[in-house]
């Protein structure tokens, strides 16, 4: 147990895990390899996955970083990569069901995304999108209009986890009047990232904030995170037990 996982344990731990398969599906993940920051190779993809069929998920929604000076992903290399990732799933027979969106990277160019390009969705027309961890962009409230005018739902990942906003918490309040979805990271639950995030995820889930629970699983490292801390964390069953959460219908 991590240094951070132990200041909490004795306030917001239970000794009785929760049972991800409630959720059925994972929404947020880093699966496709060589492409961004995540799985590196085809092995450890389907490592990663079958730790999830473990976990009790029945599908992944694995949504790779686009980032125009980053990682300048196309839907034509994502969706190519989900289908080699399919067929090496339905080799080492995994039965889990795998689709593929992304998690689009609020910079220069997202705009013209957003005119010119048919935009990867999950669900039903749900889009994923992050900030940076430095700044919110100053147009964030035009492109958040920009995608619901278009027929998007937006859904900001991990909203906890920008610590600009976590003295400004009316910020995630107007964000959701506005019509935004919120996607928390469930390792934001252990202090993983830091004490103040974990501070503002809970308090979220008291508010009914939280629309879709996601893991953004890179590598093992995050499995072994929701394992050990994770699942044990009473925020995390408050939020399962709540019925808000829409991860199952997808």
């Given at each position: 147990m991590?240094?951070?996982?132990?200041?909490?344990?004795?306030s917001t731990?239970?000794?009785v895990?929760?049972?991800l398969?409630?959720?059925?599906?994972?929404?947020?993940?880093h699966?496709?390899?060589?492409?961004?920051?995540?799985?590196?190779?085809m092995?450890?993809?389907?490592?990663?996955?079958?730790?999830?069929?473990?976990l009790?998920?029945e599908?992944v929604?694995?949504?790779?970083h686009?980032?125009?000076?980053?990682?300048?992903?196309?839907?034509?290399?994502i969706?190519?990569?989900?289908?080699k990732?399919?067929?090496a799933?339905?080799?080492?027979?995994?039965?889990?069901?795998?689709e593929?969106?992304?998690?689009?990277?609020?910079?220069f160019?997202?705009?013209r995304?957003i005119?010119?390009?048919?935009?990867?969705?999950f669900?039903k027309?749900y889009?994923?999108?992050?900030?940076?961890?430095l700044?919110?962009?100053?147009?964030l409230e035009?492109?958040?209009?920009?995608?619901?005018t278009?027929?998007?739902?937006?859904?900001?990942?991990?909203p906890?986890?920008?610590?600009?906003?976590?003295d400004k918490?009316?910020?995630y309040?107007?964000?959701?009047e506005k019509?935004?979805?919120f996607q928390?990271?469930?390792?934001?639950?252990?202090?993983y990232?830091?004490?103040e995030?974990?501070?503002v995820?809970?308090?979220m889930?008291?508010?009914?904030?939280?629309?879709?629970?996601?893991?953004?699983?890179?590598?093992?490292?995050?499995?072994?995170?929701i394992?050990s801390?994770?699942?044990?964390?009473?925020?995390?069953?408050?939020?399962?037990?709540?019925?808000?959460?829409?991860?199952?219908?997808l």
């Open positions: 991590s240094f951070i996982s132990r200041i909490f344990s004795k731990r239970t000794s895990a929760a049972d398969s409630v959720l059925k599906c994972d929404v947020h993940s699966f496709i390899p060589g492409i961004d920051d995540g799985a590196e190779t092995d450890d993809s389907v490592a990663l996955i079958r730790e999830f069929y473990n009790g998920y599908k929604i694995t949504t790779p686009i980032l125009a000076d980053g990682y300048p992903n196309t839907p034509e290399i969706l190519s990569g989900l289908e990732v399919r067929v799933l339905k080799n080492e027979n995994i039965p889990v069901r795998i593929a969106a992304a998690e689009y990277y609020i910079d160019d997202f705009g995304k005119d010119e390009e048919k935009l990867l969705t669900g027309n889009l994923l999108f992050e900030v940076s961890y700044n919110p962009p100053d147009n035009q492109i958040i209009f920009k995608l619901l278009s027929g998007h739902k937006p859904v900001l990942a991990h906890e986890r920008y610590n600009f906003w976590h918490f009316e910020k309040e107007q964000f959701k019509g935004l979805l928390l990271n469930i390792n934001s639950l252990t202090g990232y830091s004490r995030t974990k501070k995820a809970e308090r889930i008291e508010k009914n904030m939280i629309d879709f629970l996601g893991s953004d699983c890179h590598h093992l490292r995050h499995v072994g995170v394992k801390n994770a699942v044990y964390e009473k925020a995390l069953h408050k939020l399962i037990e709540s019925g808000k959460l829409l991860n199952a219908t």
